[in-house]
Nanobody, 125 residues
């Protein structure tokens, strides 16, 4: 199983980025997936999660109204995170993850079993 995250970069405050995470090795159409982030010197924190069907989403309060999580289960799942109105405090390495237990999306890192390698997002103020 592999999760390949991409789409990070450098953007000015107020700008937008779209992260993607391509899953391979098996299908995850029934599994919740999520995005987490980790800034230097800080613990990994929850950003957003989505159910296998895509019908249920969960967001951290800090990103509600600015970030949108989505997924495409056409073959292997592609998970996306549209990030708008970015702020300096959004600067972090962003990780995608899969929860192999069939449950509604959860907002803590311990629930997730497979992780991508991370993609850096830097927001300049």
């Amino acid at each position: 199983v592999q999760l390949q995250a991409s789409g990070g970069g450098l953007v000015q405050a107020g700008g937008s980025l779209r992260l993607s995470c391509a899953a391979s090795g098996r299908t995850f159409s029934e599994n919740a997936m999520g995005w987490f982030r980790q800034a230097p010197g800080k613990e990994r924190e929850f950003v957003a999660a989505i159910s296998g069907s895509g019908l249920t989403t969960l967001y951290a309060d800090s990103v509600k109204g600015r970030f949108t999580i989505s997924r495409d289960n056409a073959r292997y799942t592609v998970l996306s995170l549209q990030m708008n109105n970015l702020k300096a405090e959004d600067t972090a390495v962003y990780y995608c993850a899969v929860d192999i237990t069939i449950t509604p999306p959860r907002n803590y890192a311990g629930a997730y079993d497979y992780w991508g390698q991370g993609t850096q997002v830097t927001v300049s103020s």
